[in-house]
């Protein structure tokens, strides 16, 4: 069995995105036209190290899984907000990165719960 470790979504998005689609079992044809591609788009897709966000954000709207929440570099999604100048700003912001924090763990831990299987 194919298992799929978070530090290979760091080294290779496409062969974690193809992982993924392995453990969960689902049909490539079916993958693909759900998330708006063509079969070989995908064949592509899983060669390419450096896969976008936006095409994994498809294919993980399909296999019901979060593939940014994985994101090395979350500064990415949030490069245009400003810092907060506020006390409440600081609370709001605090509570976000909290929040992503949470998600991220429960990821993780759902990763290795798997894979103990």
Avoid at 4 to 26: A, Q, S
Avoid at 71 to 96: A, I, L, Q, W
């Amino acid at each position: 069995m194919f298992k799929v470790k978070n530090g290979d979504f760091k080294k290779h998005r496409g062969e974690y995105l193809n992982g993924i689609v392995r453990k969960k079992g689902i049909k490539i044809t079916i993958l693909v036209r759900a998330a708006g591609f063509d079969r070989s788009s995908y064949y592509n897709h899983i060669k390419d190290p450096t896969l976008p966000d936006s095409v994994l954000d498809k294919y993980g709207k399909v296999l019901d899984y979060d593939f940014l929440a994985l994101n090395d570099n979350p500064s990415d999604k949030h490069e245009n907000e400003p810092e907060p100048t506020d006390f409440e700003g600081m609370k709001r912001s605090r509570d976000m990165w909290r929040d992503k924090y949470f998600a991220i763990k429960e990821v993780h831990l759902q990763s290795i719960k798997n894979n103990n299987k």
